[in-house]
């Protein structure tokens, strides 16, 4: 059993977990218990799908939000903000909610990496390439495989980030 950190509406739940690598997997948890790592694939998909009916640039701004006040610690004012983004989203709300959450807690989970020297600048990103260079989900979730750590560095600083 993880520790539970944000439960939803519908009655499902983030947590995080022992993973491969260490315990700050996360995992969603649906309403029946059954548990499965969010992929970045499915989610850059349902990122990608919102963004014709949202724009691809107020979703990057607002996962930016986000970023910015992303540490190693969960704050429940950052979720909460997260909160407030998603009601902006309307009939999509509670699936943004979802999506930033889980980009949240995955973005604390590469800030607690030993050794990290990416942090949460990985996440950024991939959600650059997907909403502001328009890559396709697969290619934005995919790209940085087989990359060291310098490689990806770069690429983050060429995007100011």
């Known amino acids: 059993m993880g520790t539970a950190v944000k439960k939803f509406r519908d009655g499902s739940y983030l947590e995080?977990?022992?993973?491969?690598?260490?315990?700050?997997?996360?995992?969603?948890?649906?309403?029946?218990g059954e548990r499965n790592p969010p992929r970045d694939l499915d989610y850059f998909s349902e990122l990608q799908a919102l963004s014709a009916k949202y724009g691809f640039v107020n979703l990057y701004n607002d996962y930016v939000k986000i970023y910015d006040l992303t540490s190693k610690e969960i704050k429940e004012n950052v979720l909460t903000e997260i909160e407030k983004i998603a009601a902006n989203y309307f009939s999509d709300a509670q699936s943004i909610e979802r999506i930033f959450?889980?980009?949240?807690?995955?973005?604390?989970?590469e800030e607690k990496k030993k050794y990290t020297k990416l942090g949460k600048r990985i996440k950024r990103l991939g959600m650059h390439k997907l909403l502001i260079e328009k890559k396709d989900a697969r290619e934005a979730a995919d790209f940085m495989r087989g990359m060291n750590w310098r490689e990806i560095d770069a690429l983050c600083k060429e995007r100011g980030f």
């Open 16 to 32: 995080y977990d022992q993973g491969k690598f260490d315990e700050w997997c996360v995992y969603l948890v649906d309403k029946n």
């Open 101 to 109: 959450s889980i980009l949240y807690m995955g973005m604390i989970a």
